[in-house]
C-alpha cells in the first residue's frame, strides 16, 4: 500500500513539474506584467532568476533544505521551472504573492515547498511543534478530490520533511476531522466551508496560523466560496499583537494561486492584500504541451476521489 501511494504521489510531483514561459512580477493589482523588483525579506533573501536562463538552477541554489531537496529528488523532480525559480525564493522571503500560471505548470509545488521550510524555520525558532487545533499552515482548495490530490503531494514531502499534515474537507462526516486536530498539525489543507464550520465549533483556530494558501482561486470564486474566503481573510490578516494566544513570529503570509483572477478575487485582494505582489506566468490560459490528461469513469464520490488520486492530474 505504502509503494503504491508513494508511485502515485510521485505522478502527481512529476506532472506538476512542467513550464517553460516568461515569468513578470508586479505590485500593481491590474495583474499587468510587469518587472520583478527586489523587496524586503524578512527571512530570507529574495533573488531573481533570469527568465531567458537556458538551464534553471537546482532547488538547493535556491535556498531549499536538503531534506525537501531529497523529497523532490526520490518524486522525479530534480530542476525547478521558470515559475518555481521566481517564486519560491520569494516565498522563502515571507513574500505575499498572488500567482497566475496554467494548469500543470507545477503551482502546487511551488507553494509547498517554501511554505513547509518555513513551517521548519519556524519550529525551530519558537522551540517547539504545532498545537492541537492550531495548525502553522493552511492550504485552502475548492473541492474534496483537490484536497486529497494536494494532501497526498503534501505527504509525500512531509515525511522528508518531519511535518505533520492533515485534511479536512465537506462531503463527509466531521467527526474523525475533529480527532485529527486534537493532535499536532503543522499544514492543513482545507476546503473553505469546511473549515469555517470546524472554526464556529471551536474544533480549530487560526491565531497560529503563518502562512495561507488560496489555491485555485478562480475556481472558488465560481463555486460560490467568495464570502468564505472574505471571513477567513479576516481572521488572518488582523493584528496579531493584540491576540496574546498567538505566537507571533512575523505577519502572517498570504499566497493566491490560480490559472486565471476574476474581478471578484481582485476585489478580494485589494480588501485584505493591498501588500501583495503579482508574479504572472506569461501564456497562463494555455494548456502546456507536457501536460498528461486522463479520463476516467467514476461512479460516487468515493470513486471520484480514489480516481482522483490514482491519475494525480
Known amino acids: 500500500m505504502t509503494s503504491m501511494l508513494r508511485r502515485r504521489t510521485s505522478i502527481a510531483l512529476m506532472l506538476l513539474a512542467a513550464s517553460g514561459h516568461a515569468v513578470h512580477l508586479t505590485s500593481s493589482m491590474a495583474l499587468a506584467p510587469g518587472l520583478f523588483v527586489t523587496g524586503c525579506a524578512p527571512r530570507a533573501p529574495i533573488r531573481c532568476v533570469s527568465a531567458t536562463a537556458a538551464t534553471p538552477s537546482a532547488f538547493a541554489a535556491l535556498g531549499v533544505r536538503e531534506e525537501l531537496c531529497a523529497a523532490l529528488d526520490a518524486a522525479g523532480v530534480h530542476k525547478p521551472n521558470e515559475l518555481q525559480n521566481f517564486a519560491i525564493p520569494a516565498i522563502l522571503g515571507r513574500e505575499s504573492l498572488i500567482l497566475g500560471a496554467q494548469t500543470g505548470s507545477g503551482k502546487t509545488l511551488t507553494y509547498l515547498v517554501p511554505t513547509m ?19 502553522r499552515a493552511v492550504v485552502l482548495v475548492p473541492t474534496r478530490e483537490l484536497a486529497m490530490q494536494v494532501h497526498s503531494v503534501a505527504k ?7 511535518l505533520s ?3 479536512v474537507s465537506g462531503g463527509v462526516p466531521d467527526g474523525a476531522q475533529r480527532k485529527k486536530l486534537e493532535r499536532s498539525v503543522d499544514l492543513l489543507v482545507a476546503t473553505p466551508g469546511r473549515l469555517l464550520k470546524l472554526i464556529e465549533q471551536g474544533d480549530l483556530y ?15 470564486f465560481e463555486a460560490g466560496f467568495g464570502a468564505d474566503l472574505d471571513a477567513v481573510l479576516k481572521v488572518t490578516t488582523r493584528d496579531l499583537s493584540a491576540d496574546k494566544r498567538a505566537d507571533v513570529c512575523g505577519a502572517v503570509q498570504h499566497l493566491a494561486v490560480g490559472a486565471t483572477h476574476p474581478q471578484s478575487a481582485l476585489a478580494l485582494y485589494e480588501r485584505w492584500l493591498g501588500g501583495a505582489r503579482q508574479l504572472m506566468l506569461a501564456g497562463n490560459h494555455m494548456v502546456p504541451p507536457t501536460l498528461e490528461q486522463r479520463f476516467l469513469t467514476c461512479n460516487g464520490p468515493d470513486a471520484k476521489v480514489s480516481a482522483g488520486c490514482l491519475s494525480a492530474g
Open 206 to 220: 487560526l491565531g497560529d496560523v503563518r502562512h495561507v494558501i488560496l489555491d485555485e482561486v478562480d475556481t472558488m
Open 117 to 135: 521550510q518555513s513551517i521548519k524555520d519556524d519550529e525551530s525558532a519558537l522551540a517547539g511543534r504545532a498545537k492541537p487545533k492550531r495548525p
Open 165 to 167: 499534515v492533515e485534511v
Open 156 to 162: 509525500q514531502l512531509s515525511h522528508h520533511a518531519k
